[in-house]
Structures are given as structure tokens and as C-alpha cells.
């Protein structure tokens, strides 16, 4: 690859640089949204499709994933990164979930 397109695929990667410093947290609706964006990681920075898929599904299965989200938008408010919290939960969903 080229370096430019080095460049573009880390920029796209860097949408969603999360620190896990939990402030976002607790949410009202019940999303563990740190542990979400880790998944989220692990599947699209580091390849771990396979755990990250199997680790969303407990996320699932105890009323913590990001499909939970009502967009209330009280973790935008705490967020130090300023990461559209929202926006990105809905493309763990869609990704890790199916959007269900």
C-alpha cells in the first residue's frame, strides 16, 4: 500500500479513540460503552473478529450492548474526547450485531 493510503486507513481507525476512562459512564439506558468500543476495537484494529463477536454477545445477553442506546445524550456531555458516543454505538451495533 501506499503511504497515503497507510495515512487514510489510520485516520479512520482514529474515529473512535476511546481511553476507557469510563466518565461516560453510568449510562441511563444501561450500554457499557466502554466495553463496547474495546470490542469495537478489537474487531476492527486488531482482527479479533471471532472474540470480538463472541464477547458482544455477553454484552447482549446482560442488557449492556450498544444497541440499548436511546441517544438521550447524556454521555456526550462527559465525554473528554468530545467522541460522538452515540453515533459510534450505533456503528458497534451494526457491526458486532447486526444493527438488531
Do not use: H, W
Not at 34 to 50: A, H, I, K, T
Amino acid at each position: 500500500r501506499t503511504i497515503n493510503a497507510m495515512i487514510q486507513s489510520n485516520k479512520e481507525l482514529a474515529d473512535l479513540y476511546s481511553t476507557g476512562c469510563e466518565y461516560c459512564l453510568p449510562c441511563p439506558s444501561g450500554v457499557n460503552i466502554p466495553r463496547c468500543f474495546e470490542l469495537y476495537n478489537y474487531y476492527r484494529v486488531y482482527g479479533l473478529e471471532e472474540y470480538a463477536l463472541e464477547q458482544y454477545q455477553r454484552l447482549v445477553a446482560t442488557g449492556k450492548d450498544a444497541s440499548l442506546c436511546d441517544e438521550c445524550e447524556t454521555c456526550l456531555e462527559r465525554c473528554p474526547q468530545n467522541i460522538d458516543i452515540p453515533r459510534q454505538l450505533k456503528e458497534v451495533a451494526e457491526l458486532l450485531q447486526g444493527g438488531q
